[in-house]
């Protein structure tokens, strides 16, 4: 059973940067079989799709955040990680990692989110 | 960007009723489109992709349908653990949008 949990600080002073990692068990991101996406939602809000990587390869952000977003991956770890730079209050919100399979869109399995909380 | 419009944005039902959301695109994505059932404070769980087919496991009771920009989901006999907010999400390009939501409530 595939499964993802998002990891790092819940708190983040404003104009910092954002740091999280999501480790995947019962799959391998090296397989090059999906995508790694990650997703937020800001409390009682919608969701926005943020970017997503495909093993050590493709990168694709959305553009309303390229220019402070970087994902990357660490194959060895099994683990793929989101960087947010200068962030603001507008950046609080639940981030998910979540496996989408490469030709159909499907998010299939999502970690179970983390609140990261932008605040001085 | 894709705009996806969902009505209603909630809705009220009773058990066993029929209950239909709807979902349109603001353009052409075939069928390139998914729903998904979050509930409080878990992460959102897919139930239909390609527009109509049933995710594994997933309750016959779930239905999709539509493509081009109209799309409708149904639930064809509500049940109690089925309240939550549905969300469609379109895969035609990137990036990819979702709807606003559907919270569903029992009467």
């Known amino acids: 059973q595939v499964q993802l949990q998002e990891s790092g600080p819940g708190l983040v002073k404003p104009s910092q940067t954002l740091s999280l990692t999501c480790t995947v068990s019962?799959?391998?991101?090296?397989?090059?079989?999906?995508?790694w996406n990650w997703i937020r939602q800001p409390a009682g809000k919608g969701l926005e799709w943020i970017g997503r990587i495909w093993r050590s390869g493709d990168i694709n952000y959305n553009p309303s955040l390229k220019t402070r977003v970087t994902i990357s991956v660490d194959t060895s770890k099994n683990q793929f990680s989101l960087k947010l730079s200068s962030v603001t209050a507008a950046d609080t919100a639940v981030y998910y990692c979540?496996?989408?399979?490469?030709?159909?869109?499907?998010?299939?399995?999502w970690g179970q989110g983390t609140l990261v909380t932008v605040s001085s | 960007d894709i705009q996806m419009t969902q009505s209603p944005s909630s809705l009220s039902a009773s058990v066993g009723d029929r209950v239909t959301i709807t979902c349109q695109a603001s353009q052409d994505i075939s069928n390139y489109l998914n729903w998904y059932q979050q509930k409080p404070g878990k992460a959102p769980k897919l139930l239909i992709y390609d527009a109509s087919n049933l995710e594994t496991g997933v309750p016959s009771r779930f239905s999709g349908s539509g493509s081009g920009t109209d799309f409708t989901f149904t639930i064809s006999s509500l049940q109690p653990e089925d309240i939550a907010t549905y969300y469609c999400?379109?895969?035609?390009?990137?990036?990819?949008?979702f709807g606003q939501g559907t919270k569903l409530a029992i009467k």
């Open positions: 979540a496996r989408e399979g490469l030709n159909d869109g499907r998010l299939d399995y």
């Open positions: 019962g799959g391998s991101i090296n397989s090059g079989s999906h995508y």
């Open positions: 999400q379109h895969y035609d390009n990137l990036p990819y949008t």
